[in-house]
């Protein structure tokens, strides 16, 4: 009972802490006098959302969303995720609304209350600088088609695909595309024009064989019959910076003709520009990792001993959690706890806690399974041999088993630590900006991805180096105690 009641106290330590560290790298810029709103975006869509150099996030929408929260007196925190995190994040009320140059559909208006339309673009098709070959959608057939899950582009890939007979790619976010394409994996993609344009005049070898569709038009959403204020303020704030030029100003900075196209800055360059991004990016993997880690060990620990325990009840509270979150992909995880449980509960948790629950939970299962086999791997003649010498089962598993299944599983858990690095990349799903994401981003603004991914990879390699030589020092220290 004495070593629950620490095992609680741990737990709620830890759970504080991740909360102090939330607060600490997410900051929320609260002003009391003034209300503030979450408003989740897609931070990887130039030039409507993106990141800067600056690490601050500037395009169209952000910046009228910026003049139009100054011209009505509110506040808001951005949450940038992928489009369909950002649909589900608003629909299950975990952010307050979404601007993400979102068309305005009937589909949607069925899910969302919308703003006035606050700009009209349709979408059109591009292929590789050097192919001659597509001129037309009749030139599609047989070939492959990138599209964005969930916009207007896609959409229209699926009308034309039913006539012109191609096989369709489907990505997260728009730098996949174009990688896609360029990489000669897709023969085409199909994006808004103005974002197509912003690309390609950013030195992106692509070109524009057809005409842009007739579009649609672009709104703020809310959820269904919720801030219905929200929406208020967005349509007057909205016809104020019309009528006062700043709108104007705003779209003529992103799609007038003096815009300048970034130059390559080559891979060094690339680092100098971003290393700022990149470290903080690392420092949130590596708090995610170390806070779940922390969690998942004494967790962990816990029901691999239930698995040990000589009790059929604590047998099978064991093995049905192994069972079930070994079961449940990681990424599907991270969406229940994020998505769902808030929806199920009446309550609002933040992407970090979602992020840490997540990790926790997932390496939780395979620390006990490494715990269990830890345990299992002592020759059972040590229990035998301090049972016969009259010691209790508990003080035997402590002071015999335990200690040698502990010199056994330090390889396996360092290994563990590892793979819990790697899983933190999966939670950009749900809008932590960690180190893979961090990477995401600055391809969307650079478009260099090819340079971008061996930067993320190298710092990637670099980490579970070290953890990897750290692995091999204890094993050898524990080795020569023996």
């Known amino acids: 009972m004495k070593g629950f009641r620490k095992n609680k106290i741990t737990l709620g330590l830890l759970f504080v802490a991740a909360l102090v560290l939330n607060l600490f790298l997410f900051p929320a810029d609260v002003n009391a006098e003034e209300e503030t709103y979450i408003i989740a975006t897609d931070a990887t869509f130039a030039p409507f959302e993106y990141e800067n150099e600056d690490g601050e996030y500037v395009g169209i929408d952000i910046d009228i969303l910026t003049a139009i929260a100054e011209d009505q007196g509110f506040q808001f925190d951005l949450r940038p995720m992928n489009f369909s995190a950002g649909l589900q994040a608003l629909e299950a009320n975990q952010v307050d609304g979404m601007i993400a140059a979102m068309s305005i559909t009937p589909e949607r208006e069925e899910a969302f209350d919308f703003s006035e339309p606050y700009f009209d673009a349709g979408p059109v098709m591009a292929v590789r600088e050097d192919n001659e070959e597509i001129n037309s959608y009749e030139d599609l057939e047989g070939k492959t088609v990138a599209v964005k899950v969930g916009t207007i582009g896609a959409e229209l890939a699926n009308e034309l695909q039913e006539t012109y007979n191609f096989e369709i790619n489907q990505f997260e976010d728009s730098s996949g595309m174009y990688e896609d394409v360029l990489s000669n994996h897709s023969d085409a993609v199909i994006e808004d024009y103005p974002v197509m344009a912003y690309a390609i005049q950013q030195d992106l070898p692509l070109r ?3 005409e842009p569709e007739e579009g649609d038009s672009y709104g703020f959403a809310v959820n269904k019959g919720l801030n219905p204020e929200l929406i208020e303020k ?6 104020n910076i019309r009528e ?21 800055s080559g891979f060094f360059g ?3 520009k971003n290393y700022e991004n990149l470290l903080k990016g690392l420092g949130r993997t590596l708090v995610l990792t170390l806070v ?4 998942a060990l004494v967790a962990g620990t816990i029901i691999g001993l239930f698995s040990a325990a000589p009790s059929a009840v604590l047998n099978f509270i064991a093995n049905i959690y192994v069972t079930i979150l070994r079961g449940i992909p990681l990424i599907v995880l991270a969406f229940f706890m994020y998505f769902t449980v808030p929806q199920l509960l009446g309550i609002q948790i933040t992407a970090f806690m979602a992020g840490i629950i997540t990790l926790s939970l997932n390496t939780t299962a395979y620390i006990a399974e490494q715990v269990r086999g830890g345990i299992a791997a002592v020759d059972k003649g040590q229990l035998e041999a301090a049972r016969s010498l009259g010691l209790p089962y508990g003080l035997s598993m402590r002071k015999v088993v335990v200690p040698q299944a502990i010199k056994i599983m330090i390889p396996s858990l360092i290994n563990q630590f590892v793979i819990t690095l790697k899983d933190t990349s999966i939670l950009a799903v749900i809008g932590i900006v960690e180190l893979t994401q961090t990477g995401r981003i600055i391809i969307a603004r650079s478009y260099q991805s090819g340079s971008m991914w061996i930067i993320v990879g190298l710092i990637y390699l670099i980490i579970i180096t070290l953890l990897t030589k750290l692995s091999n020092l204890i094993e050898r220290r524990l080795i020569t105690n023996d």
């Open 208 to 210: 524009l064989p057809t």
């Open 234 to 239: 967005f349509n007057a704030g909205l016809v």
């Open 244 to 264: 006062n030029g700043t709108y104007d100003d705003i779209i003529e900075t992103y799609l007038g003709e003096n815009v300048q196209g970034t130059t390559s």
């Open 270 to 272: 690339l680092i100098e």
């Open 292 to 295: 779940s880690f922390a969690i």
